[in-house]
């Protein structure tokens, strides 16, 4: 039985996880998943006896290791842990805990760091992409104080630089810039997260409502689950019923000076922000002509940025879009300014294998 393991729990943009080397982690994915599962204290609603905070997005893991791809320093692992139920799933990426891995790398001793910053090449293991985050180490130390303020984090830190190359599969993964779901017009869209992008009033809600108000509609979420089970189809994702992607973002026309509103779904939580990798993905969807949004959308006349508006704020995502040979539309250039901030560095001491329950407890009882 594993007693105690390294552990850095980190805010990675508007998500909080652990933080692990992959050296201290068992190396049979399963192992390491029951591990996992004991130090986050899942399954329980409350997360009561570890690190998790009771919510997907606090409830995050990213592995990290030296990397043997020669464009990367590092590989990092992305493992969304269950909450209420015992699953531990690498199915997608996570552009929020990402923020975190550069420093968390310098932290470690896998990447020197320079004099006045550092960019840490970083391969995502989950997709196979890759991104540079670029983030200020004076005198060869990460800092974590600066002006830099995102929305959905109280207070200000030092701004982590996220670049992502252009995406290696389709912008489009079904190949069409729209398609039709029992009535429904979406748009499937990848650039770094599989998402479906959904016009608010073609569900017959109005895209502003808040997220708890919009996990409370019973007739809401079975319709989303019936779009995002074919939209994964559709994606050549397989059966996603078991899977967090894809993503399904509501769009409505902005209110607060940026390019559009947003609710994303995760899928079925509702989002109280919006993920990096999800963000990409609307910004590059709404610069498709003929795509859903793209109507709803008010895009600056010049330069890159698109201003996404979720429920907690905003984020700015530098998005530019090209053509292949063929003409479809590619991702030329895609760029997010996060924050980390480092919370606690020390040993996690799991639970025991024979305490751990094997499926959620009870609600009842007192609390």
Do not use: W
Request: charged share 20%; net charge negative.
């Amino acid at each position: 039985m594993t007693d105690a393991v390294p552990c850095l729990l980190m805010r990675g943009g508007t998500s909080k996880g652990a933080y692990f080397l992959a050296r201290d982690l068992p190396a049979e994915p399963a192992a390491r998943d029951a591990l996992l599962l004991r130090i986050m204290g899942s399954p329980d609603e409350r997360q009561i006896d570890g690190l998790g905070g009771a919510h997907p997005l606090t409830s995050k893991v990213a592995v990290v290791s030296p990397s043997s791809d020669p464009e990367a320093d590092v590989d990092y692992l992305f493992l969304q842990v269950g909450v209420e139920r015992p699953e531990v799933s690498d199915r997608q990426n996570c552009g929020n805990i990402l923020a975190g891995v550069g420093p968390f790398a310098v932290e470690r001793g896998l990447v020197t760091a320079g004099e006045e910053e550092t960019s840490v090449r970083i391969r995502m293991v989950n997709s196979g992409g890759h991104a540079t985050a670029t983030f200020p180490t004076p005198g060869g130390r990460v800092r974590y104080q600066g002006d830099a303020e995102i929305s959905g984090v109280p207070g200000t830190a030092a701004p982590v630089v996220i670049a992502f190359p252009p995406g290696a599969g389709p912008l489009l993964p079904t190949g069409n810039v729209r398609d039709d779901i029992d009535g429904t017009p979406v748009t499937c869209v990848d650039n770094g997260m599989p998402t479906v992008l959904i016009a608010a009033s073609s569900l017959k809600v109005t895209g502003y409502e808040r997220p708890k108000d919009l996990e409370e509609d019973l007739a809401l979420a079975d319709r989303l689950r019936a779009i995002r089970l074919e939209a994964g189809r559709l994606m050549g994702l397989g059966d996603v019923s078991d899977t967090t992607v894809p993503k399904l973002t509501l769009l409505a026309a902005p209110r607060d000076g940026g390019a559009v509103t947003t609710r994303t779904f995760i899928p079925v939580r509702c989002h109280p922000s919006i993920g990096v990798l999800g963000a990409a993905s609307v910004a590059a969807g709404l610069r498709i002509e003929g795509a859903v949004g793209a109507d709803l959308a008010e895009l600056p006349a010049g330069g890159d940025r698109v201003r996404i508006e979720h429920p907690t704020g905003f984020l700015d995502i530098e998005s530019s879009l090209g053509t292949d040979s063929a003409g479809r539309p590619v991702a030329r250039r895609t760029a997010v300014v996060r924050t980390a901030r480092k919370i606690f560095d020390g040993t996690v001491f799991p639970r025991s294998a024979e305490t751990a329950p094997m499926s959620a407890p009870s609600p009842g009882g007192r609390r």
